[in-house]
């Protein structure tokens, strides 16, 4: 059941235009509220923030779309959907910068929620609560929603205008740096950080906690090479205030709806199927994830995302302590042999694919259902402690601390009974680029499919040369595409760079 009760909310606002410059007939609508009208009550605030919350429903986000620039256009997958300029998106073939599904959607939708946020962070203080705690509270979770967003939105297009106030359509915000979108999100994670609990009530699971926001501050740090403030960040997981995480022991249960919101889950975005409706701002609209339809094998989705059969290989290169296949591989990828592997695994659905054909299995519903749909009630696990142990392993290593690392590692290996580190490879001794090289196989065999891997793949520089994307291409021949410079980024959608003399268009497109 999902404890977190998410309220939409629509909020019209009236421009009142006159070309008579008459008052009389600046007509005000007695069906829509102004800014003015609205925020007056706490109830006022706390469907301001929860109308934050409901763009993780919308279609440019985490309802659908995004996964297709994180996890699709990665070396993880790709795409062979029928619909060619959808598949194209995922080989760096950008012709249409405008292409709604690609590029714009996603760019609409964030830059809706960072309106959203900003509503509340600028009216609510002005609210009279008889709980200033929780006023606090809201204020915190309209920071760290709007940073999450735009992180992002760094990640994807870097260069983008940091809007900060509630905004009106005839606005044309300057545009920002990588650098200074990643300083505008420590200080909203920073402030935070300070009102947020290390833990909520049942009925209110699902909103950020001060974990929550040293993760995605430990990210963004990451992404900056700035690792002795992402050591402190992680830490605070690790081994300070907020250690309350641990491993979960059946590592299925961080992709089903059945043990949600567990130990291991850092942030996770509560998803249900109890509204059946569209992603627009209707009384019906969907509070579900529409992933599990467009990754699932033909015959029970769309078949649009595949996983590259890389990863299946990545996960039998080393056997277990028993001496059998990596079992995370059952639960992460679904593939001709798994059955063979696994034994039966199909529930009785009926498969259509080839020997080498892959799709992504996390957030599936493969363990009780043999179709998909756009309703998927699964949560997705944005950040779970798994991430955090390998984070830390991968910044101590930077810090000439390779010895210190490896128990991290060593942690998620034991839960799929995976021989210590060590063990395994003992040529890797304290050798920098050897443990990273290794750490980067762990992260694939851990997290793959979980929307990680770009911006891993950018953090170690393996966007930036050309044989490091040589290398890639024994993995993923999309990145016979790739342009050095160009397509570690999107391009900024046109209609925006065109409406707006401050947007210059990133750069080589």
Not at 151 to 156: D, E, G, M
Not at 164 to 184: G, I, K, M, R, Y
Request: aromatic share 14%; net charge negative; glycine share 4%.
């Amino acid at each position: 059941m999902k404890h977190l009760k998410i309220i939409l909310v629509s909020f019209s606002f009236l421009y009142l235009l006159s070309a008579c410059n008459k008052d009389e007939l600046d007509l005000a609508s007695p069906n829509d509220l102004t800014t003015v009208q609205y925020w007056k009550t706490p109830s006022d605030a706390e469907k301001g923030v929860n109308s934050i919350y409901a763009m993780f429903y919308k279609d440019g986000l985490w309802a659908r779309w995004i996964y297709f620039r994180l996890d699709l256009t990665s070396d993880e997958g790709f795409s062979q959907s029928p619909w060619t300029e959808l598949a194209d998106w995922t080989k760096f073939n950008y012709v249409n910068y405008d292409f709604w599904e690609g590029n714009s959607v996603t760019w609409r939708d964030t830059y809706k929620a960072a309106f959203r946020a900003n509503q509340v962070l600028a009216y609510v203080p002005n609210i009279e609560f008889e709980d200033n705690v929780r006023k606090s509270q809201i204020i915190a979770e309209a920071k760290f929603l709007r940073a999450l967003h735009y992180y992002y939105a760094a990640i994807l297009w870097e260069n983008v205008p940091l809007v900060l106030e509630p905004s009106s359509p005839e606005d044309l915000p300057a545009q920002n740096t990588q650098e200074e979108v990643f300083a505008q999100i420590e200080s909203d994670l920073n402030d935070a950080f300070n009102d947020l609990p290390l833990e909520w009530d049942n009925f209110n699971i699902g909103r950020p906690t001060k974990g929550a926001v040293k993760a995605i501050l430990a990210k963004m740090y990451m992404q900056e090479h700035r690792w002795q403030d992402a050591k402190l960040a992680l830490e605070f997981l690790i081994s300070g205030q907020g250690a309350i995480y641990s491993l979960v022991d059946n590592f299925e249960d961080n992709f089903t709806d059945n043990n949600e919101n567990n130990s291991e889950s850092v942030f996770e975005i509560q998803f249900g199927d109890q509204r059946l409706g569209g992603t627009g701002e209707g009384a019906d609209a969907a509070v579900s994830s529409q992933r599990a339809q467009f990754f699932a094998p033909r015959n029970i989705g769309w078949s649009d995302g595949q996983a590259r059969y890389w990863l299946v290989d990545a996960f039998k290169q080393e056997a277990n302590m028993q001496g059998g296949i990596d079992e995370r591989l059952k639960y992460s990828l679904f593939y001709a042999d798994s059955n063979t592997d696994f034994g039966t695994l199909t529930y009785g659905r009926n498969w259509e694919w080839g020997a080498e054909e892959t799709w992504f299995k996390k957030g599936s519903r493969s363990y009780y259902r043999t179709n998909e749909d756009y309703y998927s009630q699964v949560n997705w696990r944005l950040v779970r402690y798994a991430d955090i142990l390998l984070r830390y392993a991968e910044v101590l290593n930077e810090l000439d601390m390779t010895a210190d690392a490896y128990q991290y590692v060593d942690m998620v290996r034991a839960r799929s009974n995976m021989a210590p580190l060590a063990t395994a490879y003992p040529q890797i001794g304290n050798n920098h680029d050897q443990f990273l090289d290794r750490l980067k196989i762990e992260r694939v065999l851990e997290l793959c499919g979980e929307s990680v891997r770009w911006e891993d793949l950018k953090r170690w520089g393996d966007l930036d040369t050309q044989a490091s994307i040589d290398e890639i291409i024994t993995r993923d021949p999309d990145f016979n595409n790739f342009v050095i410079g160009k397509n570690n980024r999107l391009p900024i959608p046109l209609s925006e760079v065109q409406n707006n003399p401050n947007l210059n268009q990133n750069p080589n497109y």
